[in-house]
Structure formats: C-alpha cells, structure tokens
C-alpha cells in the first residue's frame, strides 16, 4: 500500500491551497484518513482527519480555513486550505488507517509535501 500526496507549494499569506492524497495498493476498506504537518524545529501535529462516515476532526487553529473531504471511491482524501498564514508552513504528512483485509488494518504515511506561506 501506498499514499500519494501532492498539492503543497509556496503561497502568498491570505492565500489557499489543495491537498490531495490517494491510497493505492492491496486494500480492502480505509477507516480514518487525514493530515498532520510538521514545522521546523517542532513536533507532527494533526490538522484534520475524517472517519470513513464522514465524522471530521480538526485542530483549532485551522478550524473555518481548512475543509477535509474524502472519494471513497477513489481512495482520495484532499485538504482544502483558505486563509493561509506563515504559521501554517510545514510539511504536511497524509495518513490513513487501511484494512488489507477483514478485521485486520495498518497505520500509513506518505511522503509528505512541503507547504510554505509567505508573509
């Protein structure tokens, strides 16, 4: 199994930016998927996840900038994110809880994909 991310790029503060990130691979359902980000000098946090039916989770400091969706049938969860500020610069991490078969799931990374905001 694998996670593919892509999206991040440099972008102006007040700005937005798309994330996206597809699962691929021997799977069989995906329970939670989401992002975390990583700034320098500081520790992954979360920033916004999504249950398989629908229940979402966001950190409060992007809440009402960022929007998580997911196409289940696409194995896709994107991160939607408005209203960018310098203190939103990182490297986003996507992470999904993936069933390979019934019962029987494993925790996945992607590569990450760096977001800068310049102010």
């Known amino acids: 199994v694998q996670l593919q991310a892509s999206g991040g790029g440099l972008v102006q503060a007040g700005g937005s930016l798309k994330l996206s990130c597809a699962a691929s691979g021997s799977i069989f359902t995906i329970n939670i998927m989401g992002w975390h980000r990583q700034a320098p000098g500081k520790q992954r946090e979360l920033v916004a996840i999504?249950?398989?039916?629908?229940?979402?989770v966001y950190a409060d400091s992007v809440k009402g900038r960022f929007t998580i969706s997911r196409d289940n049938a696409k194995n896709t969860v994107y991160l939607q994110m408005n209203s960018l500020e310098p203190e939103d610069t990182g490297l986003y991490y996507c992470?999904?809880?993936?069933?390979?078969?019934?019962?029987?799931?494993?925790?996945?990374w992607g590569q990450g994909t760096l977001v800068t905001v310049s102010s």
């Open positions: 992470n999904a809880q993936i069933y390979y078969t019934l019962g029987q799931s494993k925790n996945y």
């Open positions: 999504m249950a398989s039916d629908g229940t979402t």
